[in-house]
């Protein structure tokens, strides 16, 4: 079993930035990847982000070149920091682990809001 708590949500101003937070009661040994998924009213669940227990990463095109995914192992923690943030960024972020075992599990989400 994997516990994650997500932190770092709210409101902010179109351009503005917010950094998530998503800390995992497992150790960074048992988790193959961690992912930041979002979805907004109406609208499925979207990959955001993903960052891999070898370092390497992949984004959505929506975010490539103002959101960047990364880790802190001593922490088992994941972050992703969203700068110049858009209207359409509006949505629940969760976090995501995905275990060497092959087991999900997700946060239980974090609103960000974009103001116009």
């Known amino acids: 079993q994997v516990q994650l708590v997500e932190s770092g949500g709210g409101l902010v101003q179109v351009g503005g930035s917010l950094r998530l937070s998503c800390a995992a009661s497992?150790?960074?040994?048992?988790?193959?990847?961690l992912a930041w998924y979002r979805q907004a009213p109406g609208e499925q669940r979207e990959l955001v982000a993903r960052?891999?227990?070898?370092?390497?990463?992949n984004y959505a095109d929506s975010v490539k070149g103002r959101f960047t995914i990364s880790t802190d192992n001593a922490k088992n923690t994941v972050y992703l920091q969203m700068n110049n943030l858009k209207p359409e960024d509006t949505a629940v972020y969760y976090c995501?682990?995905?275990?060497?075992?092959?087991?999900?599990?997700w946060g239980q989400g974090a609103q960000v809001t974009v103001s116009s």
């Open positions: 497992a150790s960074s040994s048992r988790i193959a990847a």
């Open positions: 995501n682990a995905l275990t060497y075992s092959n087991s999900n599990y």
């Open positions: 960052i891999f227990s070898f370092g390497g990463t």
